[in-house]
């Protein structure tokens, strides 16, 4: 029983006093946004993540400003990012997030702010026990405390990887889309086009022209020309060359 309300007792004394929010953001396009955080005591650590999620390349620009307006850290184009820094003054802490570089994307942002008071919790005790063992319980407590916040890092780091690689083959899906729209439109209008020119060639050709000239339109000239050459050169008793030409002759 003593063992048990030891064990409880450590697992306190591991958990500091903390604030902590966790949030999604859709940010729009040349967006800027902030979000407060509020700082009691000095001394304090303060715990800052963010990963962009979805939208352009997957990047942002990022402020972290003190109060008085005293900027802590900032940077742009990352896609995450992970701060711990102390709190040298009391008041309120600001982070902003800017998407002042897209144009037209949205940017999906998962982000935690967390304040901790470094206040533990005092020990149980109990007349007689022995320091060594409330040493290797709070050992094995501390150990557990870092294995459970390694799974925590390590499920955000996977979500936000499935969550990019979603983002990524959605926008390869629309545009394969578009470009099969696109090239099925041209495929239609160029054999469209094929069709006009083919049609506008031979009506020129049916429509003949007055006193024997080449018409204005080009294939019935190649035939006109054609013909004429063909009666210079051919015999009269050419059969072949005589159904060409009257084959020709249609045309012209």
């Known amino acids: 029983m003593y063992a048990a309300t030891l064990f409880l007792g450590l697992l306190a004394s591991t958990i500091s006093l903390v604030g902590a929010t966790t949030l999604n ?9 902030c979000f407060y955080a509020q700082v009691e005591q000095v001394d304090a650590k303060v715990a800052f993540y963010f990963a962009v999620q979805t939208g352009g390349s997957f990047d942002i620009d990022y402020t972290v400003v003190g109060p008085g307006d005293k900027p802590i850290v900032d940077g742009t184009k990352e896609r995450q990012g992970d701060f711990v820094f102390t709190a040298q003054s009391v008041g309120e802490y600001r982070f902003c997030f800017d998407n002042d570089m897209s144009t037209f994307a949205e940017k999906m942002v998962n982000f935690e702010i967390s304040v901790e008071n470094e206040q ?14 409330a040493s290797a319980l709070e050992e094995s407590v501390y ?25 990524t083959v959605r926008s390869t899906e629309q545009r394969i889309f578009n470009f099969s729209v696109i090239e099925s439109l041209m495929i239609i209008a160029m054999a469209g086009l094929q069709v006009f ?17 080449p018409s204005i339109y080009p294939c019935r000239s190649i035939f006109f020309i054609s013909t004429n050459f063909l009666q210079a050169m051919c015999d009269d008793d050419d059969k072949i060359c005589q159904r060409i030409i009257y084959f020709f002759s249609f045309f012209v």
């Open 143 to 167: 150990k557990v405390s870092a294995a459970l916040s390694t799974i925590l890092r390590n499920q955000k780091y996977f979500r936000t990887r499935e969550n990019r690689n979603f983002s």
């Open 120 to 133: 533990r919790a005092q020990l149980p005790s109990k007349q007689g026990a022995s320091p060594e063992q």
């Open 25 to 33: 953001y859709k940010l729009e396009a040349n967006e800027k946004a």
């Open 197 to 213: 020119i083919v049609r506008f060639f031979f009506q020129g050709a049916r429509k003949g022209t007055s006193l024997g000239y």
